[in-house]
Every structure is written in structure tokens, then in C-alpha cells.
């Protein structure tokens, strides 16, 4: 087995830590949702009625769930892929369209990351704060996004690699036209 190959099933391990974390993040806000209305429905002495930081929780998880999401839906060939042209090109079109699209994946997901990296140092030097019912460094929420778009751009290099080893034909996962 390859030394590349390795790294891959390490890299497919931290994936998918990262998607199980979006599953916990997942229940957690299901959990405080129902807190929440059950709160504001039903009067408990020495309770408050509802949880006034729950909506901004809640915010914050969803775009956290997206963030460990997202590199592992895309190793899984679930990210949004519009395909049907691919299976009506000649196999080694379609087979360069791949190679293209992964390249300008990982081009986007560079630029992504260093935009992301500069807007988050930005925040922190700044010392920016986030005010709405709790009030936070601004680069807490910008932070996940240098981090995701550098583990996209390492799963566009892995993917790059399983099309090099593969046949010379589009992918075969996530085909939605046949």
C-alpha cells in the first residue's frame, strides 16, 4: 500500500470524526430547539421562559454543521454534482472535464482559504466583536472557514489522485444520470 494511500484512509478517518462532531452539533441544537419551545410553553418557577440566546445557537451550529460537513460529503461524492453531461461526452472528455473541475476546485478552495485566513487575522487584530445576545470575537465565526476550505482543497488533491489511478471515464459515484 502506498505511502499516498495511507494518508488518504488517515485524511478519510479525520473526515469522518468531523462528520460524526456535525451529527453531535446536530443533536445538540434539536435539543436546545426543544428546550427552548418547551420553556416558553410551559411555566417552571425558577426557570426562564425560553432560552433568549437559543436562535444565535442555533445560527452558530448550523453554519458549524456545514463546516465538518462539507469535506466529507464531498469524499463521499454527495456534494451538489451536475453529471448528465458528463455520460453523454466521450469517455475521455468527460474524463478531462473531471480533471478540470477538480482543478478549478482546488484553485477556488485556495483562494478560499487564504481569504478566509486574512478576514479572520483581520477580525482578531481588529479585535471586532460579534454583538447580538451574546457578544464574541468576531473571528470565532470566521475561523472554521479557513480550516474547511483547506480540508476541501486536501480532498480535491485526493481526489485527484483517485481519478489519476482510475479509469479514463467521468467518475461512477454520486451519478444522478444514466
Given at each position: 500500500m502506498s505511502r499516498f494511500s495511507n494518508l488518504s484512509k488517515a485524511y478519510g478517518r479525520l473526515l469522518?470524526?468531523?462528520?460524526?462532531?456535525?451529527?453531535?452539533?446536530?443533536?445538540?441544537?434539536?435539543?436546545v430547539i426543544v428546550l427552548d419551545v418547551f420553556l416558553r410553553n410551559v411555566h417552571i418557577p425558577n426557570l426562564p421562559q425560553g432560552l433568549?440566546?437559543?436562535?444565535?445557537?442555533?445560527?452558530?451550529?448550523?453554519?458549524l454543521?456545514?463546516?465538518?460537513?462539507?469535506?466529507?460529503?464531498?469524499r463521499q461524492g454527495q456534494h451538489?454534482?451536475?453529471d448528465i453531461a458528463l455520460q453523454?461526452?466521450?469517455?475521455?472528455?468527460?474524463?478531462?472535464?473531471?480533471?478540470?473541475?477538480?482543478?478549478?476546485?482546488?484553485?477556488c478552495c485556495v483562494f478560499m482559504a487564504h481569504e478566509g485566513?486574512?478576514?479572520?487575522l483581520?477580525?482578531?487584530?481588529?479585535?471586532?466583536?460579534?454583538?447580538?445576545t451574546w457578544v464574541t470575537?468576531?473571528?470565532?465565526?470566521?475561523?472554521?472557514?479557513?480550516?474547511?476550505?483547506?480540508l476541501l482543497g486536501l480532498e480535491m488533491v485526493f481526489r485527484m489522485q483517485r481519478l489519476l489511478h482510475g479509469p479514463v471515464a467521468p467518475r461512477s459515484d454520486a451519478v444522478s444520470a444514466a
Open positions: 469522518q470524526a468531523l462528520s460524526w462532531c456535525g451529527l453531535f452539533m446536530l443533536w445538540l441544537m434539536m435539543m433568549a440566546w437559543s436562535n444565535e445557537l442555533c445560527e452558530f451550529l448550523l453554519y454543521i456545514t463546516m465538518c460537513l462539507s469535506p466529507w460529503l464531498l451538489i454534482r451536475v453523454i461526452l466521450p469517455k475521455s472528455w468527460a474524463y478531462a472535464f473531471e480533471w478540470l473541475s477538480d482543478l478549478v476546485g482546488l484553485a485566513l486574512q478576514a479572520t483581520e477580525s482578531y487584530y481588529a479585535g471586532a466583536l460579534s454583538i447580538k470575537p468576531e473571528w470565532w465565526s470566521l475561523a472554521p472557514l479557513p480550516v474547511t476550505f483547506t
